[in-house]
């Protein structure tokens, strides 16, 4: 399993890239969001990568999160998702974008991505729902030892800082779960609650989520 590509950027294509490693060409197919954030022909890059194994063909499919990674894989799950719809769904809404969509059951955002009709967006937000608090809670501190065999090239390669994530996030999920509410419906209220006010702190996030969770009326 090839779990990360280290190595230079030789072209782009519309959606791959061709990536030299030590001399051996690996294509990865990306979104058009990832594409974007890639550097010119001739530079270093690194993609985590997920491989996509079929009868007749290999195909190799780049991020450059592990979360993205992770929401990728589960897009896949869904009945209806295939890699094509995934990447879409990625490349409009982004790793962040699709935990918030999914955590508040917005398949209107998730349907915007090309080639997703409304049935199966919905479908993506029903079968997914319970899931987005484990990977929101991700954030960008996935630990890297994910088993997977790592290709790196012999010239030490600059890496990018880590996304800053707000460490509340993952305390409130847990605490919120300790209180018995649903995972669906913690993510749900912890994810708004952090859309109107990204910057508050443990306490002030449960606060805000424990409002929106309470009964109405």
Not at 106 to 128: C, F, H, S, Y
């Amino acid at each position: 399993m090839i779990g990360k590509i280290v190595g230079v950027l030789d072209y782009r294509a519309a959606d791959h890239v061709l990536i030299d490693v030590r001399g051996v060409g690996y294509i990865v197919y990306v979104s058009d969001r990832v594409m974007a954030s890639l550097p010119t022909a001739g530079e270093t890059v690194a993609l985590y990568t997920d491989l996509l194994v079929r009868e007749d063909n290999l195909q190799l499919f780049g991020f450059t999160t592990l979360v993205e990674k992770e929401w990728h894989r589960l897009l896949m799950s869904v009945q209806g998702i295939g890699a094509k719809a995934s990447m879409a769904i990625l490349g409009a809404l982004g790793d962040d974008g699709v935990s918030r969509a999914i955590a508040l059951g917005d398949w209107n955002a998730v349907a915007k991505a090309k080639g997703v009709g409304p049935k199966t967006a919905q479908r993506v937000i029903i079968e997914l729902k319970d899931k987005a608090p484990g990977v929101m809670a991700m954030g960008g501190t996935l630990a890297q030892a994910t088993g997977d065999e790592v290709i790196e090239t012999t010239t030490p390669t600059p890496r990018k800082a880590p996304a800053k994530v707000n460490p509340a996030q993952s305390e409130a999920l847990s605490a919120l779960g300790n209180l018995g509410y649903a995972p669906g419906d913690a993510a749900s209220a912890v994810a708004e609650a952090m859309g109107a006010a990204p910057d508050l702190d443990t306490s002030g996030l449960i606060r805000a989520a424990l409002k929106l969770l309470a009964p109405k009326g």
